[in-house]
């Protein structure tokens, strides 16, 4: 994983590496630590053992010259079939001083050259091996002190009398190991990969070659190995830690040093040096035993079971680099590095959503992707799908018509068009597919797909259900270019194309932050009355002016101000990994802000959320924050400019998101099932805002509704725009186990005198329910109800208002806790007939879930007894622990 950052940074050298490392100060490193210099390495191991010093994880920037840090030793062994340890060997020495030439990128022959004198043992090994392998080759001497070996690629080569070269094309190689397995792609010498865990006498054999052509002695116990290729000089390393040896070295240029040879023909040649790396190999008895020399008695590394330790030499802060890597594995959440044991330090996966078009010939395939059952090379566990759904296929289910599927090759253009050009251009391919003018079409009943689609996302949650047409007949951007999939949350509708990668760059505004629960219903000259609602009675409905008072606009436009300024201000110092991201951002600079705490506003709100009530204040919420967003855009335009593709824009002809729910209309030929309420906001003020984007606008996409599963949880509000999943449930991090209660539950409850051990623990035993506690009453019931408790019809139609007021989508997760197949097939339906554009995860209850006894009496169910909930823990910047960041 890659990413950009601006943390603090170390460079640390270690004992036995080649090279210094980088690293963030704040990544984990397994570690011993307080290890005086002049401790012996066998006062260290006595500690270990009584427990006085133990390894732990240790930040980076928290090490010290002197403490060890950890390599694990690899244990894996692979062999390979037929590979011989006297193969082995033969790889080593030609490693070492072999190759493998090539003509035209076709390997032609093998070959060695080696000193007459002091390798004379390694050439009559090769030669030997040749012989008895029936192998022809050739041999020169150059003026006696150079023995050159040569053979072919393959043993049906031919060799030009002329020349000397070989000529015939690609066979299979003679030897166990070809071109690929001593080239990387530079060229540069390198250990292949399949060679790197053999048994151990294979390794030591590939060593002994290596060393005994390229390696030397000093001192008789110190063993040097000198190479220019540094993929070689660390897979060396690689080989020696596998056998628990710990290797030092450093990286020498000579490309300033000039060096004169003498030709055959006596005239001079002039050779530059370049870089190499000189690896220093402690003679353990293993090694020592290969080349004949004494072992070392004394250790500088610490072995404790599969560990290797080793000194830090140096640590230094550097200039923070913004472009770092970090890994992400599956289980164990370390891994090693070149110099020690790193911990990914918390990161997340990176994640991906592939999305096909409805009309793709492999869109069967495709539905299947996620199944646990059938071939796994054709399954993709780990990747997010979705269905990205012309409305004509909508159509087609609706009528019970047929679908045609094409091949993407002979209907290329299907891609870049939507709404009626679309309708067009598809009944013009049908009726090429009926006459024979295309090759690979598939007819099926739209209805039989359309069942197959939602079979698939009750039985694996994909792929999800996303709406094409909406998404480009109602983006702003429509002259600049199709949207052609959302983003792995559904919440992005961006252009995309060849030279163009889309980016958003997304935040989140607090609704709970922004609520007045007595807002002021009359005025009698300065007398004001307040509205006193009773904590125990719902609202069923609300007008939108009275669910504007219920928003405190001016705080809430500060707010969406401060928020548009600060996104727009990342476009310029954010970092991009790639060209077309950057070229994406810094033509269109679009953003998306969307809202938190919604289910949280409802319930201070006294709103159910399965209410009329809910429904308005979800748009009127919506509109205020899209006022108020669009209008601190139209701000900057006038400061900082427009962006560069504003001309054209609907922006540019003073049409809002609102008008285009009209256009949509229009291209289905249907009225949409979205309530036409009136605006809460004067519409006066909006023509206003109408006019003033025709002059200029900062920002081409300006409002997306994402999840926020994580910074909901810095600030202790729900995640979204979703219900409330459970009103009390354990959250596990690496800091531990949390509990998080609904904490206005807890309030209503203590005034009932409901909040007890009892309670907790009666929660505890319902996932957070309140449905099955009789003594809970029914309003509380009704206004805390968990997700899976309310009807997802809801959702779409709240969903449905605030997609009004937006210019991209919103990330809307669907819950139901009983489903089927008719269920699903009207869920769905009705969320494409109300004009959403993308829909989420769907999201059902197990069966063990819903089968839980209601609660009559108050006693303590068969669980573990517990203390109150603690309160929800928020992020602080001085607080190491935050779970957000875990």
């Known amino acids: 994983m890659t990413y950009a950052q601006n943390d603090p940074m170390v460079e640390i050298r270690i004992k036995h590496s080649l090279m210094p490392i980088q690293v963030t100060t704040g990544h984990p490193v397994l570690a011993i630590q307080n290890v005086a210099l002049g401790e012996t390495s066998a006062r260290t191991l006595k500690r270990l053992e009584n427990g006085k010093r133990s390894p732990t994880w240790v930040d980076a920037g928290n090490l010290q010259v002197g403490d060890y840090v950890a390599q694990t030793i690899p244990g894996e062994v692979i062999p390979v079939a037929g590979f011989t340890d006297e193969e082995a060997y033969l790889y080593g020495i030609m490693l070492g001083d072999g190759h493998v030439a090539q003509k035209q990128g076709v390997n032609r022959e093998y070959g060695v050259t080696l000193n007459a004198t002091s390798k004379a043992h390694l050439a009559q090994f090769v030669r030997q091996y040749l012989l008895e392998h029936d192998i022809h080759f050739w041999e020169n001497s150059a003026h006696g002190s150079v023995v050159q070996l040569r053979w072919a690629y393959g043993r049906t080569c031919l060799r030009d009398a002329v020349n000397g070269q070989f000529v015939a094309g690609e066979e299979a190689p003679v030897l166990p190991f070809d071109f690929a397995d001593l080239y990387n792609a530079k060229g540069e010498k390198k250990v292949s990969a399949r060679f790197l865990h053999l048994p151990e006498s294979q390794t030591l054999a590939i060593l002994k070659g290596l060393l005994q052509t390229d390696g030397h002695l000093a001192r008789g116990k110190e063993i040097f190995f000198t190479t220019a290729s540094l993929t070689l000089a660390e897979n060396v390393r690689y080989l020696l830690l596998r056998l628990g040896i710990p290797s030092s070295g450093r990286q020498r240029d000579r490309r300033d040093e000039v060096h004169t040879a003498t030709r055959k023909d006596g005239s001079q040649d002039t050779l530059s040096g370049g870089l190499s790396y000189e690896l220093r190999i402690p003679a353990y008895p293993k090694i020592a035993a290969l080349l004949g020399c004494e072992p ?98 909508m159509k087609r289910v609706m009528d019970n018509a047929e679908w045609t599927l094409f091949s993407p090759n002979e209907v290329p253009d299907l891609h870049e068009l939507y709404g009626t050009r679309f309708e067009e251009r598809y009944a013009e391919y049908e009726s090429m597919a009926e006459n024979g003018q295309l090759e690979q079409f598939k007819k099926v009943p739209a209805v039989e797909l359309w069942r197959k689609m939602l079979t698939m996302l009750f039985e694996t949650g994909h792929p999800w259900i996303t709406f094409k047409d909406p998404c480009n007949v109602r983006s702003p951007q429509r002259h600049a270019g199709v949207v052609h999939s959302s983003n792995l949350c559904t919440e992005v509708t961006l252009n995309s194309n060849d030279e163009e990668t889309a980016v958003c760059n997304l935040g989140s505004v607090n609704l709970m932050q922004h609520l007045i629960t007595n807002p002021v219903i009359s005025e009698h000259g300065d007398e004001l009355e307040t509205e006193d609602w009773p904590y125990d009675q719902l609202r069923e409905s609300m007008t939108p002016v009275n669910a504007l008072r219920h928003i405190n606009k001016e705080a809430l436009f500060e707010t969406v101000g401060t928020a548009i300024r600060m996104l727009d201000n990342v476009i310029d110092i954010n970092f991009y990994p790639t060209r077309k991201a950057r070229n994406a951002n810094m033509r269109h600079r679009a953003i998306g802000l969307g809202v938190m705490g919604f289910a949280d506003a409802l319930q201070a709100l006294r709103i159910p959320m399965d209410s009329e009530a809910a429904v308005t204040f979800a748009g009127v919420s919506q509109e205020v924050i ?110 531990g186990e949390f509990t998080v209660v609904n904490t206005q539950m807890v309030a209503d409850m203590e005034k009932l005198d409901l909040w007890d051990d009892v309670m907790v623990n009666d929660l505890k035993y319902f996932d957070g329910s309140l449905a099955h506690i009789d003594r809970i009453p029914s309003w509380m019931k009704r206004l805390y109800a968990t997700a899976f408790e309310i009807d997802p019809l809801w959702l779409v139609r709240m969903t449905a208002e605030r997609q009004k007021w937006i210019d991209q989508s919103v990330s809307l997760n669907l819950y139901m806790a009983k489903p089927s197949g008719k269920a699903l097939d009207n869920l769905y339906k009705q969320a494409w007939m109300y004009g959403l554009k993308t829909t989420y995860y769907l999201r059902t209850m197990g069966a063990t879930s819903a089968e839980k006894s209601t609660v009559t009496e108050g006693t303590l169910n068969a669980v573990q007894g517990g203390t109150p909930a603690p309160a929800i823990k928020a992020c602080l910047i001085d607080d190491p622990t935050c779970e957000a960041c875990q």
């Not at 289905?668 to 002059?695: K, Y």
């Not at 910074?711 to 459970?726: E, F, H, L, M, R």
């Open 626 to 735: 899209s006022f108020a967003a669009i209008q601190t855009s139209a701000d900057l335009a006038v400061a900082r400019g427009s962006y560069s593709s504003f001309q054209g824009s609907d922006w540019s002809r003073g049409i809002l998101p609102i008008n285009t729910v009209q256009r949509l209309e229009t291209e289905r030929g249907m009225e949409l099932l979205t309530a036409q309420q009136p605006s809460a906001i004067d519409p006066d003020l909006w023509d206003a805002v109408r006019v003033r984007v025709q002059h200029g606008i900062r920002n081409s996409n300006i409002m997306a509704i994402a999840p926020t599963a994580t910074i909901s949880n810095i600030v202790g509000v729900s995640q979204g725009i979703d219900p409330i999943y459970q009103n009390l449930y354990v959250k596990s991090n690496l800091s």
């Open 296 to 393: 070392v008695q004394k250790h500088m590394a610490l072995r404790i079971g599969r560990w290797l330790f080793s000194r830090v030499t140096s640590i230094a802060d550097i200039t923070p680099v913004p472009f770092v890597c970090d890994l992400k594995v599956e289980g164990d959440e370390s891994y090693m590095t070149t110099a020690f044991l790193a911990h990914n330090g918390g990161k997340r996966k990176g994640a991906v959503c592939a999305y096909l078009e409805t009309w793709h010939l492999d869109i069967e395939e495709f539905l299947e992707l996620r199944k646990n059952t059938g071939d796994d090379r054709r399954r993709t566990h780990d990747m997010n799908t979705a269905n990205w759904i012309p409305d004509l296929f």
